[in-house]
């Protein structure tokens, strides 16, 4: 079974950073791309990152790019957004997600929550 | 920057069809996806390629394409099927974004 878990989000002051992490299983993490998206309490969903499956090509959305960082480990099958000079309107639910074959978004993880207050 | 345009809610009865349409310049060269998300919890693919259908996914939906704008058509709507909508396209760049999303009230 296809199981992707978000962890790390939490509380933080504006100016401050977060990892997030997404532990893949149940399927060959290193043959496929994958995504994190957000989505701000009642909002819509934003793409934030994306990655290739072997970590060389990244996407950024430009509200994230310069302050954010994709990354994965294969090997630990683990998707990894780290998160530098968070503001307010960072804050929101982060979910990974796969690309599929047809390039769906087709396994979500629950989301990991991220606030940023003082 | 590249947008996507979903009415923000569609209301239909029981057993009725409830359209949801995706507008954007690029869709007549890129594929649409359509995702449902219930309260509280993570999207579900819906339907891919601006038509097909993942396994498991119940035939009254099903999407369709005409120029800049993709519809989602859900047959003979059940109340379960309450719930935001969002169509996912990209453009070329590429730079991947969601529609604004829509609630669907089934009354």
């Known amino acids: 079974e296809v199981q992707l878990v978000e962890s790390g989000g939490g509380l933080v002051q504006p100016g401050g950073s977060l990892r997030l992490s997404c532990a893949a299983s149940g399927f060959t993490f290193s043959g496929y791309a994958m995504h994190w998206v957000r989505q701000a309490p009642g909002k819509g969903l934003e793409y934030v990152s994306a990655?290739?499956?072997?970590?060389?090509?990244?996407y950024y959305a430009n509200s994230v790019k310069g302050r954010f960082t994709i990354s994965r480990d294969n090997f630990k099958n683990t998707l990894y957004l780290q998160m530098d000079s968070l503001r307010a309107d960072d804050m929101a639910v982060y979910y990974c997600a796969r690309v599929g074959v047809n390039s769906e978004l087709d396994y979500w993880g629950q989301g990991t929550l991220v606030t940023v207050s003082s | 920057s590249y947008e996507l345009t979903q009415p923000p809610s569609v209301s239909v009865s029981p057993g009725q069809t409830a359209r949801i349409t995706c507008s954007g310049d690029a869709l007549p060269k890129q594929y649409v996806y359509w995702y449902q998300q219930k309260p509280g919890q993570a999207p579900v693919v819906l339907i891919y390629k601006n038509s097909e259908r993942p396994s498991g996914i119940p035939e009254r939906f099903s999407g369709s394409s005409s120029g800049t704008t993709v519809t989602l058509t859900i047959s003979g709507v059940q109340a379960e099927d309450e719930a935001d909508y969002f169509c996912q396209s990209a453009d070329s760049s590429p730079t991947w974004v969601f529609g604004g999303g829509t609630k669907l009230t089934v009354l």
């Open positions: 990655l290739s499956n072997n970590g060389v090509t990244t």
